[in-house]
């Protein structure tokens, strides 16, 4: 067949769906945007009750504030122990750590497995690989009994020092995919240069895997403020509370009356990740989309 | 690549003879070996052996054999939270999977304002395992929640979703659903590199647009496919966090919501049983890595690779 009777072919079909043609985009992007709405629904509906005085929240389904007040945000942020500044300051204080020790010990890590020869290399990245799908409860246990010991419960070292040895083997992943996509040559010119590994490393690699950093940033960010097992299993202290461990003690500490301050402090804790989402979400689509985390 | 695929191109020889970096390779590996080690291989070993004793973190491990693992087996409870589990797992995974195939399949149509809509079905899947989605849940669904106050308005009586045990889990199933996105940009990246001149030949030979998802999309995404379902099967055996919040800790109403992982943690670190709980954790390995296996080994049948 030549182009041009190929071409005539597809005209012909198309054209006797022609209305169905013209409206066929329309009734996906009705379709779509009700379904994005349905998704978002109970989200919005949270942050508008949130405004909303006392319990109207178990009476108006609908979006509309008639009478908007910050009451709960202000009740809510005092109504446990400590003032919800502290836990958002502790959450962010593990989040720093965690952020800072990914990045140096998986980019460390990604380093040797991208770009050195040694022996035994293809037994530790299939050992790294595998660690990625082990489960925590296999070694949540001794964990404890070893953090216990060494007086680590309700600190965060528990929370950050891990992340200081790279037990995030995801993020290795991520950065050797990316470290493998920078041109050798750019390796050996700073060898000739007179550069050895650890100058290859800060002053070439590190410098071009910026954008796996950031993915690495932003889903350890978020990960570690939304972590809820390892919080509540090493932080008991109501003093070393991060916010979603403080937030659960909330669900049990309040009658129904306090609904509103609930809401409003579940809002406060997601401002972050929408914040990280919207400031990253090219990194973080990216990011799943090379290496299929969630 | 992604993960499992390097795992299983490991086995491929590469050309030798490159010259050796083992002190450079081993000093940059350093902190990811103590760590491999200290934090992930040493307690490993050290819960293996913990599964064969009693022990309540204040006296010594005493060695009991299997014992921990024959009380495994007359464990009602026990019982219990893996059909909890399972169900979870069986119907979540695959719902959450046709959500993300399908909406990823209607976006990759040149829709416009595709990032847009890309963005806002993702969204969910980065907030989806917080403790104030959790909270939200548990008003949504709650007797008085925003769903029967919607039900109310078509004049439908609704009930107390959360405190029915015949419900409750079914709340947790549409809240994994929810954060369909994650697999959802995974199927997306998937649908990016299959050739459109297969859509365009397709067409001309009169193929529908069944005919095309059938015949074309789906064979060509098995590989995401099979991807997807691993990983997702994986995370879910492992949820807690929106069982453990929704039932206010119990994994109530009856148990009805007592995940594995619920239970493993009520032993050891409600009751301090952590020998039992250590037992518990490697039945729980035992179980993930099984079904993994049997994953790999059905995508012979099912999975189809294009090179």
Redesign the interface.
């Known amino acids: 067949?030549t182009t041009e009777t190929?071409r005539s072919?597809?005209a012909a079909?198309r054209s006797v769906g022609v209305s169905w043609a013209r409206v066929r985009?329309l009734v996906?992007?009705v379709?779509?945007a009700a379904?994005?709405l349905v998704?978002?629904y109970?989200?919005i509906?949270?942050v508008v009750s949130s405004l909303r005085p006392g319990n109207e929240?178990?009476?108006?389904?609908g979006l509309l504030v008639k009478d908007l007040r910050i009451e709960n945000y202000r009740l809510g942020w005092n109504a446990l122990t400590e003032p919800f500044t502290r836990y958002l300051l502790n959450s962010a204080a593990v989040v720093l750590g965690a952020v800072l020790g990914n990045l140096?010990?998986?980019s460390?890590?990604a380093?040797?497995?991208a770009r050195?020869?040694?022996?035994g290399?293809?037994f530790?990245?299939?050992?790294?690989?595998?660690?990625?799908?082990?489960?925590?409860?296999?070694?949540?246990?001794?964990?404890?009994?070893?953090f216990?010991q060494a007086g680590w419960i309700n600190t965060f070292l528990p929370l950050i020092i891990?992340k200081?040895?790279?037990?995030d083997?995801f993020f290795?992943?991520l950065m050797v995919?990316f470290i493998r996509g920078i041109p050798r040559e750019l390796d050996e010119a700073a060898r000739i240069d007179g550069c050895?590994?650890?100058g290859i490393?800060l002053r070439v690699i590190l410098p071009l895997m910026v954008p796996a950093l950031a993915t690495t940033t932003i889903f350890t960010f978020?990960w570690t403020?939304?972590d809820?097992?390892s919080q509540l299993?090493y932080l008991t202290d109501p003093k070393m509370y991060t916010?979603?461990v403080a937030?659960?003690s909330?669900?049990?500490a309040t009658a129904e009356s306090s609904?509103g301050s609930?809401?409003a402090m579940?809002?406060v804790?997601?401002v972050p990740?929408?914040l990280?989402?919207l400031l990253g979400?090219r990194f973080?689509?990216k990011g799943?989309?090379?290496?299929?985390?969630? | 690549?992604?993960?499992l695929g390097?795992?299983s191109a490991?086995g491929r020889k590469k050309p030798a003879g490159?010259?050796?970096?083992?002190l450079?390779?081993?000093l940059?590996?350093s902190?990811?070996?103590?760590?491999?080690f200290?934090?992930?291989i040493?307690?490993?070993i050290?819960?293996l052996y913990?599964a064969f004793t009693d022990y309540n973190?204040i006296q010594a491990p005493e060695w009991i054999g299997f014992e921990n693992f024959t009380r495994m087996l007359s464990d009602e409870r026990l019982h219990n939270s893996l059909r909890v589990t399972f169900t979870y797992v069986f119907v979540s995974v695959p719902l959450q999977l046709a959500v993300a195939l399908l909406?990823a399949v209607?976006?990759d149509?040149g829709?416009?304002?595709m990032a847009f809509?890309?963005?806002?079905?993702?969204?969910?899947?980065?907030?989806g395992?917080?403790?104030?989605?959790a909270?939200?849940w548990?008003?949504?669904f709650g007797t008085?929640?925003?769903l029967n106050?919607?039900l109310a308005?078509v004049g439908i009586d609704g009930k107390g979703w959360i405190s029915d045990p015949s419900t409750a889990l079914g709340t947790l199933v549409v809240l994994n659903v929810?954060t369909f996105g994650?697999p959802m940009?995974?199927f997306?990246?998937g649908l990016r590199q299959i050739p459109t001149m297969y859509y365009?030949a397709a067409?001309?030979d009169?193929a529908g647009v069944l005919g095309r998802f059938f015949r074309i999309t789906l064979p060509l995404l098995t590989p995401i496919i099979f991807?997807?379902l691993v990983?997702q099967i994986?995370?879910a055996?492992?949820s807690?966090?929106q069982a453990?919040?929704v039932s206010?800790?119990t994994g109530g109403p009856s148990d009805s919501t007592m995940f594995f992982?619920l239970y493993?943690?009520d032993r050891?670190?409600g009751n301090f049983d952590?020998g039992y709980?250590?037992a518990?954790?490697?039945f729980?390995?035992v179980i993930?890595g099984a079904f993994?296996a049997a994953n790999f080994f059905a995508s012979k049948y099912w999975v189809f690779y294009d090179d």
């Not at chain 1, 200081?164 to 037990?167: E, I, N």
């Not at chain 2, 490159?18 to 083992?22: E, I, L, R, S």
């Not at chain 2, 902190?31 to 491999?36: A, D, S, V």
């Open positions: 067949m190929i072919t597809v079909r985009p996906i992007h379709a779509l379904s994005a998704m978002l109970p989200l509906w949270m929240i178990f009476r108006e389904p140096v010990s998986c460390m890590a380093y040797a497995f050195l020869e040694f022996v290399k293809k530790w990245f299939a050992i790294m690989l595998l660690s990625i799908m082990l489960p925590i409860h296999v070694v949540i246990v001794p964990q404890y009994i070893l216990s891990p200081f040895l790279a037990t083997a290795v992943f995919q050895g590994r650890a490393f978020i403020w939304n809820f097992f299993i916010v979603p937030l659960r909330f669900v049990d609904w609930m809401f579940s809002v804790s997601l990740i929408f990280a989402f979400q973080l689509i799943i989309a090379t290496t299929g985390i969630k | 690549m992604s993960a390097e795992l490991l490159q010259k050796k970096d083992n450079a390779a081993y940059f590996l902190p990811w070996l103590l760590g491999l200290a934090i992930t040493g307690p490993m050290a819960s913990l973190l909406l209607v976006l149509r829709v416009r304002g809509y890309r963005s806002i079905f993702y969204l969910p899947s980065l907030l395992s917080s403790v104030a989605i909270i939200l548990r008003q949504v008085e929640g925003l106050q919607v308005l929810w994650s940009v995974i997306l990246a365009e067409s001309v009169g991807f997807n990983l994986i995370h055996f492992q807690f966090t453990f919040v206010g800790g992982t493993l943690y050891g670190f952590m709980a250590s518990m954790a490697w729980l390995l993930i993994t």
